[in-house]
């Protein structure tokens, strides 16, 4: 009895046998994510390469740009031109407060009806991030007039995605939410 306890701490203690094919399948099990960075190095290299061959300043030029039109047809309320800050595409999203569209077709006869308010809160703390030749992202922070329960003053933040169509950079996803009007400086931080 006691050489049969023995041997089965033996057996339950000592690792399985690997054969030459196991043995691949262990590592990489062992070591996750860095061997599928390994694996993707080919693909990593590639992207540094197109990120070397674009010019981020161009970029930023071309959506800042293209999102100051959009920008100033929304505190304007110049709807039509509003309308034209947005691609044309079925896939479109758009998500603010509680409401969503999707497709440029049903936010366009969600607003048909509707006027865009004209506003004079200014947009920003505005970061523009390209991300490639063909997409970037603009960030933003826009005052509100709405306070919530509590009578705290109410801003919106949003995040709007660019891509480059053949009409120019077209926003293909807009996102806006209320959030406490942040501070209307920042507090710089000791180093």
Known sequence: MKYFVILMAFCVSSPAVVTPGQNRDLKSARTGQAEQTLDRKPEIEKQDEVAKSIDPKKIKQEVQQAFNEWKEA?????????????????DLTIRISGSEWIGFRNYWKAILDTEIPKTTYPFR???IIPIDEFAALVTYVRSSPAKDAKGTPLAYRGTLVYAKTYGGWKIIAWHSHAVEEPPATSQSRPN
């Open 125 to 127: 703390s505005v970061r």
């Open 74 to 90: 929304y505190t304007d309320g110049d709807k039509r031109k509003f309308l034209l800050g947005f691609a044309n595409i079925p």
